[in-house]
């Protein structure tokens, strides 16, 4: 079992649409909680971060359930540039406490239509 | 501002050839991160120096990866007798703080995109 699992899509919306990406990771260490997004032969680039209570930056919303281990994305009223790959992304304590190594899921490819 | 640099975008190797990739973090930036991405997939750990010294480099796929910092800033992936599986795009992270759980953002190169014929 991979460590982040996510929806392995690719989804294909209507601008104006709303969309849910969910994620689900393994490792009950898991610390830290991020979203990136990835333009097509680009870099992946931080989207938002997740927090406990739930978080929102205009259009995207995040929310992380610890105990079910499980992080998902809302995007709201989509448009054609929100058209990347969506990144889940966790990292975890390691034995000597330090929290750096990122875990990316495999990616879920959106397509916004015009 | 500049962001995080790599070098050469793109490289074509024969297999058994050795090849060097080059990373220049944003300046000041005390981590630095190896990554690798095959096509389809999202990008794996490869690993990790704070300043010059390598602390994990616990994903390096075999001894013929190689990764070097010596002056802190600078770093360069070195693979030795590529292999066709070697092929992917190897990405280079940098970010600010040793380690600050949600403040810990790490900020990414473009990549270089190896093939290995």
């Known amino acids: 079992r991979k460590e982040v699992e996510q929806d392995p899509g690719p989804f294909n919306v209507p601008e104006g649409a709303t969309v849910a990406f969910n994620c689900t990771y393994s490792n009950s260490a898991s610390q830290s909680f991020f979203w990136y997004r990835q333009d097509c032969r680009k870099e992946p680039k931080l989207l938002m971060s997740v927090y406990s209570s739930g978080n929102e930056d205009g259009r995207f919303t995040a929310q992380l359930n610890r105990a079910s281990q499980y992080i998902s994305l809302l995007i709201r009223d989509s448009k054609l540039s929100d058209s990347a790959t969506y990144l889940c992304v966790v990292s975890a304590l390691n034995s000597g406490g330090s929290n750096y190594k990122l875990t990316f899921g495999k990616g879920t490819l959106l397509t916004v239509n015009p | 501002g500049a962001g995080v640099s790599q070098s050469p975008r793109y490289k074509v190797a024969k297999r058994g050839q050795d090849v060097a990739l080059r990373c220049d973090p944003i300046?000041?930036?005390?981590?630095l991160f190896w990554y690798q991405q095959a096509l389809g997939q999202g990008p794996e750990f490869l690993t990790y120096?704070?300043?010059?010294?390598?602390?994990?480099k616990s994903g390096l796929p075999s001894d013929r990866f190689f990764a070097e910092r010596p002056e802190g800033s600078v770093s360069t992936l070195k693979i030795q007798r590529t292999q066709q599986e070697d092929s992917a795009v190897y990405l280079c992270?940098?970010?600010?703080?040793?380690?600050?759980?949600?403040?810990?953002?790490?900020?990414f190169g473009a990549g270089t995109r190896l093939s290995v014929l």
């Open positions: 300046s000041g930036h005390v981590s």
């Open positions: 120096f704070q300043n010059e010294a390598q602390l994990d």
């Open positions: 992270a940098s970010s600010w703080h040793r380690d600050r759980g949600q403040k810990n953002i790490q900020y």
